[in-house]
């Protein structure tokens, strides 16, 4: 009888199980506002899917989104400032 668990560690023992290097650590940095306003916008769609949207819950809901506009748009323009200086 063969492993299956023994010949997929051979077969998939790669980069991929290293641990990130200190630029992946920055740029994950770099994007954490917008990974966190992302994460509270899919928080307050995933609270109103099994009920009726309130008034609160939609207020919740455009705020979330301002917010990851407002987080992606200071990305951007970061990136856009970064490049003018190089």
């Not at 299956?4 to 199980?17: F, L, M, R």
């Not at 200190?22 to 009920?51: F, H, K, N, S, Y």
């Not at 009726?52 to 987080?71: G, N």
């Amino acid at each position: 009888m063969r492993y299956i668990g023994t010949v997929q560690a051979a077969v998939t023992a790669t980069d991929v199980e290293r641990e990130p290097t200190d630029a992946e650590l920055a740029g994950i940095e770099v994007e954490m506002p917008v990974i966190l306003a992302e994460v509270e916008l899919l928080d307050a769609q995933i609270t109103v899917l099994d009920r009726p949207v309130s008034e609160l819950d939609a207020r919740r809901i455009r705020r979330a989104r301002r917010k990851v506009l407002a987080a992606r748009r200071d990305l951007a323009n970061r990136d856009a400032a970064a490049g003018e200086a190089a």
